[in-house]
Protein backbone atom coordinates (compact mmCIF):
# COMPACT_ATOMS: atom_id res chain seq x y z
CA UNK A 1 0.00 0.00 0.00
CA UNK A 2 1.22 3.21 -1.18
CA UNK A 3 0.91 6.11 1.12
CA UNK A 4 2.36 9.32 -0.94
CA UNK A 5 0.94 12.54 0.35
CA UNK A 6 -1.51 12.94 -2.06
CA UNK A 7 -2.96 9.79 -0.63
CA UNK A 8 -2.63 10.85 2.60
CA UNK A 9 -4.49 14.38 2.63
CA UNK A 10 -7.53 12.39 0.61
CA UNK A 11 -7.23 9.75 4.07
CA UNK A 12 -6.94 12.57 6.17
CA UNK A 13 -9.58 14.58 4.89
CA UNK A 14 -11.99 11.72 4.80
CA UNK A 15 -11.24 10.38 8.15
CA UNK A 16 -12.09 14.34 9.88
CA UNK A 17 -15.51 14.18 8.19
CA UNK A 18 -16.08 10.58 9.07
CA UNK A 19 -14.87 12.13 13.18
CA UNK A 20 -17.62 15.13 12.43
CA UNK A 21 -20.25 13.04 10.96
CA UNK A 22 -20.10 10.11 13.71
CA UNK A 23 -19.48 13.24 16.48
CA UNK A 24 -22.68 14.71 15.50
CA UNK A 25 -24.84 13.66 13.01
CA UNK A 26 -25.79 10.61 13.45
CA UNK A 27 -22.80 8.26 11.59
CA UNK A 28 -25.12 8.26 8.95
CA UNK A 29 -22.82 9.59 6.13
CA UNK A 30 -19.63 8.13 7.96
CA UNK A 31 -19.27 6.07 5.39
CA UNK A 32 -18.56 8.64 2.79
CA UNK A 33 -14.94 8.24 4.29
CA UNK A 34 -14.54 4.39 3.34
CA UNK A 35 -15.53 5.38 0.13
CA UNK A 36 -13.19 8.00 -0.88
CA UNK A 37 -10.56 5.84 0.38
CA UNK A 38 -11.46 2.98 -1.70
CA UNK A 39 -11.24 5.53 -4.92
CA UNK A 40 -7.11 5.49 -4.03
CA UNK A 41 -6.74 2.14 -2.79
CA UNK A 42 -7.86 -1.40 -2.57
CA UNK A 43 -11.47 -1.51 -1.05
CA UNK A 44 -10.19 -3.92 1.67
CA UNK A 45 -7.08 -1.86 2.77
CA UNK A 46 -9.92 1.36 2.74
CA UNK A 47 -12.49 -0.67 4.78
CA UNK A 48 -9.43 -2.06 7.30
CA UNK A 49 -7.79 1.17 7.66
CA UNK A 50 -11.11 2.56 8.81
CA UNK A 51 -12.02 0.63 11.39
CA UNK A 52 -9.82 1.20 13.88
CA UNK A 53 -9.96 4.76 13.60
CA UNK A 54 -14.10 4.78 13.50
CA UNK A 55 -13.72 2.29 16.83
CA UNK A 56 -11.33 5.73 18.55
CA UNK A 57 -13.90 8.07 17.28
CA UNK A 58 -16.79 5.48 19.28
CA UNK A 59 -14.48 5.27 22.45
CA UNK A 60 -14.43 9.55 21.92
CA UNK A 61 -17.99 10.15 21.59
CA UNK A 62 -19.01 7.81 23.76
CA UNK A 63 -18.87 10.31 26.90
CA UNK A 64 -20.74 13.31 25.55
CA UNK A 65 -23.13 11.59 24.89
CA UNK A 66 -23.31 8.86 28.06
CA UNK A 67 -26.81 7.79 29.12
CA UNK A 68 -28.11 9.86 26.58
CA UNK A 69 -29.28 7.01 24.43
CA UNK A 70 -32.30 4.77 24.44
CA UNK A 71 -31.15 1.32 25.43
CA UNK A 72 -34.00 -0.51 24.06
CA UNK A 73 -33.57 0.76 20.38
CA UNK A 74 -29.48 0.42 21.03
CA UNK A 75 -30.08 -3.18 22.36
CA UNK A 76 -32.57 -4.09 19.13
CA UNK A 77 -30.40 -3.00 16.66
CA UNK A 78 -27.08 -4.45 17.94
CA UNK A 79 -28.35 -8.03 18.27
CA UNK A 80 -30.22 -7.59 14.88
CA UNK A 81 -26.85 -7.05 13.35
CA UNK A 82 -25.24 -10.13 14.22
CA UNK A 83 -26.44 -12.16 11.24
CA UNK A 84 -25.62 -9.29 8.77
CA UNK A 85 -22.23 -9.26 10.23
CA UNK A 86 -21.88 -12.99 9.48
CA UNK A 87 -23.03 -12.37 6.12
CA UNK A 88 -20.97 -9.76 5.40
CA UNK A 89 -17.65 -11.87 6.31
CA UNK A 90 -18.66 -15.16 4.40
CA UNK A 91 -19.81 -12.37 0.94
CA UNK A 92 -15.87 -10.80 1.48
CA UNK A 93 -14.57 -14.50 1.23
CA UNK A 94 -16.76 -14.71 -1.89
CA UNK A 95 -15.85 -11.95 -4.58
CA UNK A 96 -12.93 -10.07 -5.78
CA UNK A 97 -11.83 -6.02 -5.31
CA UNK A 98 -14.26 -4.97 -8.04
CA UNK A 99 -17.31 -6.48 -7.01
CA UNK A 100 -16.86 -4.56 -3.63
CA UNK A 101 -16.09 -1.12 -5.32
CA UNK A 102 -19.79 -1.37 -6.86
CA UNK A 103 -21.52 -2.60 -3.98
CA UNK A 104 -19.69 0.66 -1.92
CA UNK A 105 -20.30 2.99 -4.61
CA UNK A 106 -23.92 1.51 -4.97
CA UNK A 107 -24.90 2.02 -1.20
CA UNK A 108 -23.38 5.34 -1.37
CA UNK A 109 -25.63 6.38 -4.64
CA UNK A 110 -28.51 4.59 -2.97
CA UNK A 111 -28.15 6.28 0.22
CA UNK A 112 -28.60 9.58 -1.49
CA UNK A 113 -31.40 8.88 -3.74
CA UNK A 114 -33.24 7.51 -0.28
CA UNK A 115 -32.48 10.66 1.44
CA UNK A 116 -33.95 12.64 -1.94
CA UNK A 117 -36.84 10.58 -2.57
CA UNK A 118 -37.67 11.35 1.07
CA UNK A 119 -36.63 15.12 0.91
CA UNK A 120 -38.89 14.96 -2.39
CA UNK A 121 -42.03 12.92 -0.75
CA UNK A 122 -41.76 10.46 -3.30
CA UNK A 123 -41.57 8.10 -0.22
CA UNK A 124 -42.91 8.55 2.97
CA UNK A 125 -41.00 8.60 6.58
CA UNK A 126 -42.34 6.15 9.29
CA UNK A 127 -45.95 7.71 10.74
CA UNK A 128 -45.70 5.04 13.25
CA UNK A 129 -42.85 3.10 15.56
CA UNK A 130 -41.60 0.21 13.80
CA UNK A 131 -42.17 -3.20 15.86
CA UNK A 132 -38.84 -4.75 17.36
CA UNK A 133 -39.00 -7.49 14.67
CA UNK A 134 -38.49 -4.16 12.43
CA UNK A 135 -35.98 -3.20 14.54
CA UNK A 136 -34.32 -6.27 14.42
CA UNK A 137 -34.18 -6.65 10.38
CA UNK A 138 -32.80 -2.87 10.19
CA UNK A 139 -30.02 -4.08 12.89
CA UNK A 140 -29.18 -7.00 10.04
CA UNK A 141 -28.99 -4.62 7.13
CA UNK A 142 -26.91 -2.30 9.48
CA UNK A 143 -24.47 -5.14 10.19
CA UNK A 144 -24.25 -6.32 6.69
CA UNK A 145 -23.57 -2.94 5.06
CA UNK A 146 -21.52 -1.67 8.09
CA UNK A 147 -19.40 -5.08 7.61
CA UNK A 148 -18.97 -4.42 3.59
CA UNK A 149 -17.85 -0.47 3.77
CA UNK A 150 -18.82 1.04 7.22
CA UNK A 151 -22.22 1.68 5.82
CA UNK A 152 -24.94 0.53 8.87
CA UNK A 153 -25.85 4.23 9.24
CA UNK A 154 -28.61 4.37 6.96
CA UNK A 155 -30.87 1.25 8.03
CA UNK A 156 -30.51 2.28 11.66
CA UNK A 157 -31.96 5.33 11.20
CA UNK A 158 -34.96 3.92 9.17
CA UNK A 159 -35.56 2.17 12.67
CA UNK A 160 -34.63 4.97 14.80
CA UNK A 161 -36.50 7.97 13.12
CA UNK A 162 -39.65 5.56 13.59
CA UNK A 163 -39.27 5.33 17.12
CA UNK A 164 -39.54 9.34 17.73
CA UNK A 165 -36.17 9.92 19.46
CA UNK A 166 -34.85 13.89 19.84
CA UNK A 167 -31.98 15.05 18.23
CA UNK A 168 -29.59 14.56 21.16
CA UNK A 169 -31.00 10.50 21.78
CA UNK A 170 -31.13 9.68 18.21
CA UNK A 171 -27.14 10.96 18.46
CA UNK A 172 -26.18 8.94 21.14
CA UNK A 173 -28.06 5.76 20.22
CA UNK A 174 -26.39 5.91 17.10
CA UNK A 175 -23.00 6.27 19.27
CA UNK A 176 -23.59 3.27 21.46
CA UNK A 177 -24.94 1.37 18.28
CA UNK A 178 -21.90 1.58 16.43
CA UNK A 179 -19.37 1.30 19.25
CA UNK A 180 -20.85 -2.11 19.91
CA UNK A 181 -21.20 -2.67 15.57
CA UNK A 182 -18.14 -1.92 15.38
CA UNK A 183 -16.63 -3.55 18.53
CA UNK A 184 -18.16 -7.02 16.86
CA UNK A 185 -16.63 -6.58 13.30
CA UNK A 186 -12.45 -6.39 14.73
CA UNK A 187 -12.54 -10.59 14.90
CA UNK A 188 -14.10 -11.15 11.70
CA UNK A 189 -12.03 -8.16 10.00
CA UNK A 190 -8.43 -9.82 11.74
CA UNK A 191 -9.34 -13.20 10.70
CA UNK A 192 -9.92 -12.62 7.22
CA UNK A 193 -6.41 -10.74 6.95
CA UNK A 194 -8.25 -7.38 6.44
CA UNK A 195 -6.00 -5.59 8.86
CA UNK A 196 -2.03 -5.35 8.52
CA UNK A 197 1.11 -3.77 9.70
CA UNK A 198 0.28 -1.59 6.81
CA UNK A 199 -2.95 -0.21 7.95
CA UNK A 200 -2.44 -0.32 11.17
CA UNK A 201 0.38 2.05 10.52
CA UNK A 202 -1.72 4.27 8.52
CA UNK A 203 -3.76 4.32 11.71
CA UNK A 204 -1.30 5.37 13.80
CA UNK A 205 -0.77 8.51 11.35
CA UNK A 206 -4.33 9.17 11.14
CA UNK A 207 -5.54 8.78 14.58
CA UNK A 208 -5.11 12.48 15.13
CA UNK A 209 -7.79 13.39 12.51
CA UNK A 210 -10.13 10.80 13.34
CA UNK A 211 -9.80 12.90 17.21
CA UNK A 212 -10.37 16.28 15.60
CA UNK A 213 -12.96 14.97 13.62
CA UNK A 214 -15.10 13.75 16.49
CA UNK A 215 -13.84 16.71 18.83
CA UNK A 216 -15.77 19.11 15.74
CA UNK A 217 -18.74 16.94 15.33
CA UNK A 218 -19.48 16.79 18.79
CA UNK A 219 -19.84 20.89 18.70
CA UNK A 220 -21.31 21.23 15.82
CA UNK A 221 -24.01 18.80 16.79
CA UNK A 222 -25.92 21.56 19.37
CA UNK A 223 -24.33 24.68 16.92
CA UNK A 224 -25.25 23.94 13.08
CA UNK A 225 -28.06 22.60 11.24
CA UNK A 226 -28.12 19.25 9.68
CA UNK A 227 -28.87 20.28 6.45
CA UNK A 228 -25.89 22.30 5.26
CA UNK A 229 -23.62 18.72 6.53
CA UNK A 230 -25.40 16.88 4.24
CA UNK A 231 -25.62 19.03 1.36
CA UNK A 232 -22.13 18.27 1.08
CA UNK A 233 -22.24 14.90 2.20
CA UNK A 234 -24.86 14.25 -0.56
CA UNK A 235 -22.25 16.04 -3.42
CA UNK A 236 -19.03 13.63 -1.90
CA UNK A 237 -21.13 10.36 -1.76
CA UNK A 238 -22.48 10.93 -5.60
CA UNK A 239 -19.19 11.56 -6.61
CA UNK A 240 -17.37 9.28 -5.22
CA UNK A 241 -20.34 6.53 -6.00
CA UNK A 242 -19.99 6.87 -9.02
CA UNK A 243 -16.49 6.83 -9.13
CA UNK A 244 -16.50 2.98 -7.64
CA UNK A 245 -18.84 1.73 -9.51
CA UNK A 246 -17.22 2.73 -13.02
CA UNK A 247 -13.91 1.62 -11.79
CA UNK A 248 -15.82 -1.41 -10.52
CA UNK A 249 -16.75 -1.94 -13.75
CA UNK A 250 -14.18 -0.98 -16.15
Known sequence: MQMDLATLA?????VVFAGISKGGFGSGAAFASAAILAIVMEPGQAIGIMLPLLMLIDVSTLRPYWKKWSLPEARVLILGSVPGIVAGGWLYQSVDADVFRILIGGIAVAFVAWQLALKLKLIGAPKRAMPVWGGAV????AGFTSFISHAGGPPAAVYLL??????????????????AV???KFVPYFLLGIFSVQ???ADLVLAPFALLGAWIGVRLHYRIPE??????TYMLLILTGTKLIW???T
Not at 10 to 14: D, P, R, S
Not at 167 to 173: E, G, N
Open 227 to 232: TAFFGL
Open 162 to 179: SRGLGKTPYQATTVLTFW
Open 138 to 141: AGAV
Open 247 to 249: DGL
Open 10 to 14: IAAAA
Open 182 to 184: NLA
Open 199 to 201: TFM
